[in-house]
């Protein structure tokens, strides 16, 4: 099978309005920000329009400048905003606005393997992941030195 890699803001307007209808849209996400939940390249996600945002979820969003964005929402504000991060990074995104946000995961795949976000399993986990935020540069760093330790000695 063929395949094209596109960027999103050439298909935004068709993601919109398949969403908008109440449809799905499913693409490959790029970057590391959402490791280990998300693998740049392999893994592939599924959108759907949600009508209530809440915490602990993944929406993809349109930052005022044009990026798209996939994070995890880690608070909603009273303001009806979100803080967002991603799960490889410690940095809170704050004030989201809901207009921003296309559409929020709901499936992923990896491989011929796909988890729904309403699987339990991957709910403890994201709740864990958020809850260590603070320490994560601790933890992902010093994975990395032990890595590197281990790989030394070989």
Do not use: A
Not at 74 to 102: A, L, S, Y
Request: charged share 25%.
């Amino acid at each position: 099978m063929k395949t094209k890699s596109v960027k999103l803001s050439e298909i935004y307007d068709v993601m919109k309005e398949m969403l908008d209808k109440g449809g799905t849209v499913n693409f490959n996400p790029r970057g590391t920000s959402m490791l280990p939940t998300l693998h740049n390249d392999g893994d592939r996600v599924v959108l759907k329009k949600l009508s209530k945002i809440k915490k602990y979820d993944l929406p993809l969003y349109l930052r005022d400048d044009g990026q798209f964005v996939l994070h995890r929402v880690h608070k909603v504000n009273p303001d009806g905003t979100f803080n967002m991060c991603g799960d490889n990074q410690w940095t809170i995104e704050k004030n989201v606005r809901p207009d921003q946000i296309i559409g929020t995961v709901i499936k992923i795949y990896r491989g011929n393997k796909s988890f729904s976000t309403n699987n339990v399993i991957y709910k403890i986990y994201v709740i864990l992941w958020v809850t260590i935020r603070p320490l994560r540069h601790i933890v992902i760093g010093g994975t990395r030195k032990i890595l590197r330790i281990f790989h030394q000695k070989k």
